[in-house]
């Protein structure tokens, strides 16, 4: 029966069998699965599930939380494929049934809407974006008198990182601004009151932003009964990506199985990397010390993607680390090539050696898409852009625009989204925007006239004319009474959004054939799902990439080159890897050298950054590298070191060489004449 591990290595063996029963009740201690780099991880945690299905355990009451909704219905997938094995078609119907697997956030808006009820929340809320959500902070922003201060108010945007920092971080203002964001601490009395006043606006429109699912949920948790009701759905909870989780995620997590029993985290402490998202290593390096008896430990160290010499090199690196728990990656793959530490003297010298370097690899039959090029920080890549762009070289640089961040979806979605919470001010003000001769004053007039009423939809028909909007009008009118009536069904509300829109679409946009194509995508995606209200919140959660607008995209190209942040490519694994700028002030960055918390970090994600890599790693080290814009310094160029990170005591693990490669001089050849003696004039100084 239990063949279908055979593949599996010890240790990925005994976390898949850890405490599973017959009849899937949940047993022993719970779980922390340590996951080097490159071990199999999601095969392990698929393996887990399915057997906890085989076994008994019902589906319905399993808890799957990933990084993202796509890592979810692919791991249910491969849940299905090693089900099969065992069950037969039977493990097609059983996966389907896995009805609680996605991220925090699609989780949590889920169960909010469930006990909605219970804790004061209308079931009907629209979720924001974070562009919608900055708008908002926004309109309170300029009603509060900020935007017209003598000394300029932070934006919007920054307004809202600071407030997500401290609602993800569970962390007061005062302790966020000077440690993230010190240009912005003189105005701490009056960021208290303009995110009471967001928090207020956002109530009365009935709408949440990404951070209030987690605190909402969170806090809803905080109450014994609700959180033993919503523990005791689920008899198994398996978290991906522990160590991405924030502290909001982690108290959610331990209020849910404050016993730990059924409970199973995957991650590794080595590639935590997401600190400026609120993410903290000390859920995962605390996480068995919440239960007693402590959560049993598990370490995954056998690395089934690079050769040894890359992960001796990695290991030397992460080794050095203040904190962590003990693994040491190896595997089965030899090899005779070390990773490379290649000095070069400038940014364009360091792109020509990559150019050169991809081509002789193509040429030897790596496709241009089993490379990648890995960045600290997006800047960082500009003058290999148009070393690539000079030469010919596809390439696409991670990551394009989201569906949402694509102003022709985000104004098909608002009208949705107005349909279903007509006092979500920030969408009712788009969609009345797009039409021709209407303003942010019309705009708001109408805003006015509907809030107050008891039934908004209603009394829109009954709102006042915005006077230059003419017949369009009485067509914007109609469609929101057909989108509202339900009498078309789902997603044919969609196909009449759009189809309203795309006169619209063209005058607004010059480009509005290719943006056709997005709207006509996202009427196909629309297809998958049962209701308006599933759609909006999946797809306001976790959006799909967007077919224009991508920073990079080839057209007649198949094959093109990967450039990415190393945050970005986390997950991800290529035959060959270059790592631009590995010198101390980018890796570690300027920003990243003050708390060893974030000194740590840094280092990790080097550690990452070399672990993507199969068979050959190639570090890059500019001797002279151009600063974009720090706030104290502004652009500047920079004479840098070898990181830190890369002690004299580590270069054993590397082939050290240097770029272009100087020719020596012919004995017989005299060398030429200098044109000016300068040393001879020094010396005349002093005679």
């Known amino acids: 029966m239990a063949a279908y591990l055979d593949a599996l290595n010890p240790n990925q063996r005994r976390a898949v069998e850890h405490g599973v029963a017959a009849g899937g009740a949940p047993a022993g201690e719970p779980l922390l699965v340590i996951a080097g780099a ?50 037969g078609d039977k493990a097609a119907v059983l996966t389907a049934a896995m009805e609680w697997a996605g991220t925090f956030h699609g989780v949590g808006a889920r169960l909010l809407r469930e006990i909605a009820a219970q804790i004061g ?75 009471g006043a967001y928090v207020e606006a956002k109530q009365r429109q009935n709408v949440l932003d990404y951070d209030d699912l987690l605190l909402y949920w969170a806090q809803a948790m905080s ?35 404050p016993d730990g029993r059924g409970l199973t985290v995957v991650g590794d402490d080595a590639q935590s990397i997401y600190a400026f998202r609120a993410a903290t290593v000390r859920n995962i390096l605390d996480f068995p010390g919440h239960f007693s008896p402590p959560a049993q430990v598990l370490t995954l160290e056998q690395n089934y993607r690079s050769t040894q010499p890359i992960l001796m090199a990695a290991n030397a690196v992460i080794a050095q680390a203040s904190e962590r728990f003990t693994k040491n990656l190896w595997t089965e793959r030899s090899s005779d090539a070390p990773p490379r530490l290649v000095t070069v003297r400038s940014e364009s010298d360091q792109a020509r050696y990559i150019v050169e370097q991809v081509l002789e690899r193509r040429e030897a039959g790596t496709a241009l898409k089993q490379q990648a090029v890995l960045f600290r920080t997006s800047s960082h890549s500009g003058a290999l852009e148009v070393e690539l762009t000079r030469r010919n070289i596809p390439f696409v640089k991670f990551g394009g625009l989201k569906f ?25 003000f788009r969609v009345m925007q797009l039409l021709p001769g209407v303003g942010p004053t019309s705009a708001q007039r109408v805003m006015d006239h509907i809030s107050a009423a008891p039934s908004p939809l209603t009394a829109l028909a009954s709102a006042p004319a915005p006077p230059r909007a003419g017949p369009d009008w009485q067509g914007f009118l109609e469609l929101i009474a057909d989108v509202a009536s339900r009498d078309l069904g789902w997603p044919a509300e969609l196909e009449r959004a759009r189809a309203w829109y795309e006169p619209h679409l063209d005058r607004i946009h010059e480009d509005g054939e290719v943006r056709l194509g997005d709207l006509l995508q996202l009427e196909q995606i629309a297809t998958g ?71 740590e970090e840094e280092r ?34 920079v004479y840098a070191s070898r990181t830190r990170f890369i002690p004299k005591s ?38």
């Open 404 to 428: 949402l961040d694509a102003a022709h979806v985000k104004d098909v979605m608002a009208i949705l989204r107005f349909v279903e919470n007509p006092r979500d001010r920030v969408v009712g």
């Open 604 to 637: 990790r994600l080097l550690y990452v950054a070399m672990t993507r890599a199969k068979d050959d790693l190639h570090l890059m080290l500019p001797q002279r590298f151009f600063v974009h814009g720090q706030p104290r310094f502004g652009d500047r160029h």
């Open 529 to 599: 799902y049962p209701s308006r209200e599933r759609f909006l919140t999946d797809l306001t959660l976790d959006p799909p990439d967007a077919t224009s607008d991508q920073a990079g995209v080839p057209l007649l190209d198949e094959d093109y080159l990967i450039l990415s942040t190393i945050h970005s490519a986390k997950g991800q694994e290529w035959t060959s890897v270059f790592v631009l700028n590995v010198v101390d002030g980018c890796m570690p960055s300027d920003l990243g050298t003050g708390a060893s918390a974030e000194f």
């Open 650 to 687: 580590l270069l054993g693990h590397f082939e050290k060489t240097t770029w272009p490669i100087a020719v020596p001089t012919s004995p017989s050849e005299e060398p030429a004449a200098p044109r000016i003696d300068v040393a001879a004039r020094l010396k005349s100084m002093w005679q």
């Open 121 to 195: 929340l209308d079931t009907n809320f629209t979720i924001h974006d974070r562009e919608d959500a900055a708008d908002l902070m926004n309109l309170v922003r300029h009603e509060l008198g900020y935007s017209k201060l003598d000394s300029r108010f932070p934006a919007k945007a920054t307004c809202l990182a600071i407030y997500s920092r401290c609602v993800n971080s569970q962390t007061p203002l005062e302790a966020v601004l000077p440690a993230a964001f010190p240009w912005c601490a003189e105005w701490t009395a009056e960021l208290k009151v303009l995110f």
């Open 38 to 87: 490159g071990s199999g991880k999601t095969n392990t945690l698929a393996h887990r599930v399915a057997h906890l299905i085989v076994n008994g355990a019902d589906p319905r009451r399993i808890l799957l939380m990933t990084f993202s909704r796509r890592a979810a219905y692919e791991m249910t997938r491969r849940v299905e494929r090693i089900g099969r094995k065992v069950m």
């Open 223 to 257: 109450e014994p009964t609700l959180a033993a009701e919503a523990g005791g759905r689920f008899d198994h909870i398996l978290v991906d990506e522990y160590q991405d989780t924030n502290r909001l995620q982690a108290s959610i997590l331990l209020a849910l199985k």
